[in-house]
């Protein structure tokens, strides 16, 4: 019985550990796929949202999406952009936790096994937690002034090695 205990729990402890992980993809067809997409909103205009599986960094997911625009850029002969707004959406490994325990202990004749289970600890998963939507604007030639404006090489240079 005790070894049918432990097995049942080491399986459901694995199970819970089966989470997407969080690559720059394309995202899959779906609502909480995680990876990227993008919205042509004119020419050189787009609105571009990363999802991150549970766990992700918002750094992490933030930087795919200023990678994401980096890479439309380039492929559309565009050298810069800029961010004209930013959503950062959710909360790192906000999906529901489980986590396990148990102990055991030999009394001389008696032994005795204990099995605890709370409800914080390991991530069950349960959909992408945070998500980044950046709305950029593209442009050719010289890089204008400002902070949120993005040389599209130099980005695609220093995040696309994290990919």
């Known amino acids: 019985m005790k070894r049918l205990v432990l097995i049942s729990l080491a399986a459901a402890a694995l199970a819970a550990c089966e989470t997407m992980p969080t690559t720059y993809r394309p995202a899959a067809p779906g609502r909480d796929a995680v990876g990227y997409s993008e919205y042509r909103i004119e020419p050189g205009r787009y609105r571009i949202t990363f999802r991150g599986g549970p766990g992700a960094p918002p750094e992490q997911v933030s930087d795919y999406a200023l990678l994401r625009a980096a890479d439309l850029a380039l492929a559309e002969g565009y050298d810069w952009f800029r961010v004209s707004d930013r959503f ?14 148990i102990g055991g202990g030999s009394f001389g004749r008696r032994s005795g096994v204990g099995v605890g289970v709370s409800s914080g600890g390991m991530s069950l998963g349960g959909g992408p937690a945070v998500s980044s939507t950046i709305e950029v604007l593209m442009g050719r030639g010289e890089r204008p002034r400002g902070a949120d404006v993005y040389d599209a090489r ?7 090695p994290r990919t």
């Open 88 to 101: 950062l959406r959710g909360r790192p490994d906000g999906g529901p936790q489980v986590s396990f325990g």
């Open 154 to 160: 130099g980005i695609r240079q220093s995040l696309g």
